[in-house]
């Protein structure tokens, strides 16, 4: 990934927290037939140091976990927000004329090595700490022992545990850094007003980010 020095988010706290936020990664492997690509909710976790370790569960009926290269690296995109931005938002825009549009953005790539996890118990407590962690949003959370014991158990019978160990982790925030102040400003209040998918996320993430680098 192309990362602008002024794009960059070095700070592994920051990246973790996106992971948190949005854990449905793009999973990058190499298979028997080339590079594949799976949709697969990651949970982060802290240990070991300090990079942490991601783990999910496919279908047992999905090959990644048993046609994969071990040896090669596998790499999981995490996608924050991300926003169309005009050019109308940018208040050089009367003084020059000299701007185009861009796509903001906020992404994180996690490097590691995979393995592939069987046991019932492991899977089990894998999907109580993913349930409890997604479900603690709801006002009546609901837990995997809400459901029969038979049933989850042939449930966990047709998944299989993923583990990647994180052995590097980057981030690129492209939130309008390499434009100047008033053009930064512009473009929060002109997503505050729009109506597109992701502005209110773009604009706090801009607030958040609000530092001229030019």
Same mark, same amino acid.
């Given at each position: 990934?192309?990362?602008?020095?002024?794009? /960059?988010?070095?700070? *592994? #706290?920051?990246?973790?927290?996106?992971?948190?936020?949005?854990?449905?990664?793009?999973?990058?492997?190499?298979?028997?037939?080339?590079?594949?690509?799976?949709? *697969? &909710?990651?949970?982060?976790?802290?240990? &070991?140091? &300090?990079?942490?370790?991601?783990?999910?569960?496919?279908?047992?009926?999905?090959?990644?976990?048993?046609?994969?290269?071990?040896?090669?690296?596998?790499?999981?995109?995490?996608?924050?927000?991300?926003?169309?931005?005009?050019?109308?938002?940018?208040?050089?825009?009367? /003084?020059?004329? %000299?701007?185009?549009?861009?796509?903001?953005?906020?992404?994180?790539?996690?490097?590691?090595?995979?393995?592939?996890?069987? #046991?019932?118990?492991?899977?089990?407590?894998?999907?109580?700490?993913?349930? #409890?962690?997604?479900?603690?949003?709801?006002? %009546?959370?609901?837990?995997?022992?809400?459901? &029969?014991?038979?049933?989850?158990?042939?449930?966990?019978?047709? *998944?299989?545990?993923?583990?990647?160990?994180?052995?590097?982790?980057?981030?690129?925030? %492209?939130?309008?850094?390499?434009?100047?102040?008033?053009?930064?400003?512009?473009? *929060?209040?002109?997503? /505050?007003?729009?109506?597109?998918?992701?502005?209110?996320?773009?604009?706090?993430?801009?607030?958040?980010?609000?530092?001229?680098?030019?």
């Amino acid at each position: 990934m192309y990362i602008p020095k002024h794009f /960059e988010e070095p700070r *592994i #706290d920051v990246l973790h927290e996106l992971i948190r936020a949005r854990p449905l990664a793009t999973l990058i492997t190499l298979s028997s037939n080339g590079i594949n690509a799976n949709h *697969i &909710p990651l949970h982060i976790f802290m240990e &070991p140091t &300090p990079y942490g370790t991601l783990r999910g569960h496919v279908a047992r009926l999905n090959p990644v976990w048993n046609d994969f290269h071990t040896e090669v690296e596998v790499l999981a995109i995490f996608h924050g927000p991300d926003s169309y931005i005009t050019p109308s938002w940018y208040p050089t825009k009367k /003084e020059t004329g %000299k701007v185009v549009p861009t796509w903001n953005y906020a992404v994180v790539h996690a490097y590691g090595t995979m393995r592939v996890i069987e #046991d019932p118990g492991w899977l089990r407590t894998l999907l109580e700490t993913l349930t #409890d962690h997604n479900e603690k949003k709801f006002s %009546k959370p609901w837990k995997v022992s809400d459901a &029969p014991l038979e049933y989850t158990s042939k449930l966990i019978e047709s *998944i299989v545990g993923i583990e990647i160990g994180i052995t590097k982790l980057t981030g690129k925030w %492209k939130v309008s850094q390499n434009q100047p102040p008033q053009n930064q400003s512009g473009v *929060i209040s002109g997503l /505050e007003t729009s109506d597109l998918p992701d502005a209110p996320s773009m604009a706090n993430l801009m607030r958040l980010h609000k530092i001229h680098k030019p």
